[in-house]
Structures are given as structure tokens and as C-alpha cells.
């Protein structure tokens, strides 16, 4: 069972976590995993309804990447349903998140694909939609930098420039230039999608990601004038 997948299965039988934050429960570990399970199905639904509407290829979407598994969906579906309703509330969700991940950016990174994937869902990410990411992202630590990066790995750059892609300065020395295109591949690259128990939808957006990322790469490169090739 995938990480997602292991999150919605620990909602079964604990309908108390739909009516009520911060539940107190002698095991802190079922509490906690359950809180970010809310937590996260609660992001996703008002990632639905930033641009006001809810459609349902952007339902789909968010059951594709935060996939629940099918004794799971009962309880999953009630509360995305009334987490829906309103964008009201979503940077609770993100804090709560945050302080859980706090230590592990690569999964808030990973949320935040997941989150970009919704808004798409619809054929247009509107700008009260990358408000609402741009939000979630700096709740989750990311610089201003940092989420152009991952909003250009979705949506594209400006003139392609890889740099932005990258997260870098133009200016960026050679040997800075490659340590952070291996920090960035590292944190990107799908095999660790798989190792974070990510669904098929979220590993394919994955290499869809690392594509961009490596076609970015090699473009700087060229520029450079230095060897083609990525870093093995």
C-alpha cells in the first residue's frame, strides 16, 4: 500500500477526525498520522475551490494523486466534500503540514505538485489558483525563488529560461551550478517518488518534472560552453 494510500486507510473507524482538531487519543501516533491525513485532504479540496468553482475533472484529480484506498473512501469523501465548500481555513491545513514535515522539504514539495495538478485539472490555472499555491508554498518554507521553480516545472517559464526552472541566479559559478542542478534532481527525481510510497500519477508528474529540469540543465550547459551530459 502506497504512502498516500496508508495516510486515508488510518481514517477508517475515526469519524471523530472529521468533526474535531487535536483529538486527544492514548496513541499520539494514530492522532498524528490521522491530523495530516486531514490536513492534507482538507489543502486539496480548497485547491479545488480557489478559483471558485469545483469541477469535476479537478475531483478526479486530486483522487489520481492523493489516491485513498477503496475501504479508505468513505470517510475521505465526507470530508473533502465539506472542506470543499470554502477556501476559508487552508493555511491551518498548511501550517499543520509543515510543522509535520518540517525536516523532509521533498515531501511539502511533493503536496505542492500534487496541489498544481488540480489546479490544471480544468485546462487553466488561474491567478486566484497560483495565489492560493504561491501561499501554500511559503507556509511550507519555500522562497519566492524556490516557487518559481516548481511552478515553472508545471506551467512553463518565461522565454524557457532555464535558470528560473532551476531556482538559480543567473550569474551562478559552474561548480554551484552543478551541485544544485544534483540537489535538485536528487529531491526530484522519481525513484524517490517510489521510496515516498507516491501513487502512479504523482511518479509520472514526477518524470514529467525531472524532464524539464534536465532539459533546463542541459540548455545551461550549452550556453556555457561546457560538456553535454548529465552527471551520472
Known sequence: MGFWRKLAARLKGKDCFLACDGCDDANNRTVGDADFAMA?????????KAD???SRSEIKAFYEVFRPPPEGREPLDRAFELAMQTTLGF?????????RFRNNPAILEDVIDGLFHIAKADGAV???EEDFLEQ????????PQEFRRIRMGHLGAPDDDPYVILGIEADISDADLKRAYRRIASQNHPD???ARGAPPEAQRLAGEKMAVINLAYDQILKERGLIVGLPN
Open 136 to 143: 501554500v508554498a511559503d507556509i511550507f518554507g519555500f522562497s
Open 126 to 128: 488561474t491567478t486566484s
Open 40 to 48: 492534507l485532504i482538507g489543502l486539496g479540496a480548497k485547491m479545488a
Open 52 to 54: 471558485g468553482v469545483v
Open 91 to 99: 493555511e491551518g491545513y498548511a501550517r499543520r503540514l509543515a510543522r
Open 192 to 194: 524517490r517518488m517510489i
